[in-house]
T-cell receptor, first 114, second 112 residues
């Protein structure tokens, strides 16, 4: 694809349910980031994947959050037992390694927990 | 991580130049200066980046101080479509830095 693709674009769920958010990075990009943006706030770093290295999970807010990246490409962010405070836009970005690493962002998934 | 400091908001008249400042006094020699902007209801988009020399592209210009402790994003003629939040971040040369910190950015308002 031409850019970073995220799905679904919108997700409404009930408190306590699990959700999975998907990110398809640009082909060949070795780095992948997940961010969260609450209404009117800045971007909050969640997790970072770089090639085959162990991911940097230091931004995950609780153990209900997890992410994986299969085959160095597609990534899935999973939120278990969702809470109302998880409501936000979840943004994915990818980049090449090297050269200053210009980031390309997807349009995000708007998650609403009722 | 080296941090950046930006004003919370700025205003500009349409078709006037806009200078958006960013301070990064703890920048290291291997950090690129990147600028992104986020239009309403969209993900951030890349604007420009540089290392030491001033840079120009079709969207904007980037002026980097000689000591690299500050930079300025220049929009030569602001339009209503430039109204967005502008983020200044530092990115290491290898592009491998994790936990890129975006901060709260500068919200630019453009008026007629």
């Amino acid at each position: 694809g031409a850019g970073v693709s995220q799905s679904p674009s919108n997700k409404v769920t009930e408190k306590g349910k699990d959700v999975e958010l998907r990110c398809d990075p640009i082909s060949g990009h070795t780095a992948l980031y997940w961010y969260r943006q609450s209404l009117g706030q800045g971007l909050e770093f969640l997790i970072y994947f770089q090639g085959n290295s162990a991911p940097d999970k230091s931004g995950l807010p609780s153990d209900r959050f997890s992410a994986e990246r299969t085959g160095g490409s597609v990534s899935t962010l999973t939120i278990q037992r969702t809470q109302q405070e998880d409501s936000a836009v979840y943004l994915c970005a990818s980049s090449f390694k090297g050269g200053g690493g210009k980031l390309f962002f997807g349009s995000g998934t708007q998650l609403s927990v009722l | 991580d080296a941090k950046t400091t930006q004003p919370n908001s700025m205003e500009s008249n349409e078709e006037e130049p806009v200078h958006l400042p960013c301070n990064h006094s703890t920048i290291s020699g291997t950090d690129y200066i990147h600028w992104y902007r986020q239009l309403p209801s969209q993900g951030p988009e890349y604007v420009i980046h540089g290392l030491t020399s001033n840079v120009n592209n079709r969207m904007a210009s980037l002026a980097i101080a000689e000591d690299r402790k500050s930079s300025t994003l220049i929009l030569h003629r602001a339009t209503l479509r430039d109204a967005a939040v502008y983020y200044c971040i530092l990115r290491d040369v290898a592009g491998t830095a994790s936990k890129l910190t975006f901060g709260t950015g500068t919200r630019l308002q453009v008026t007629l």
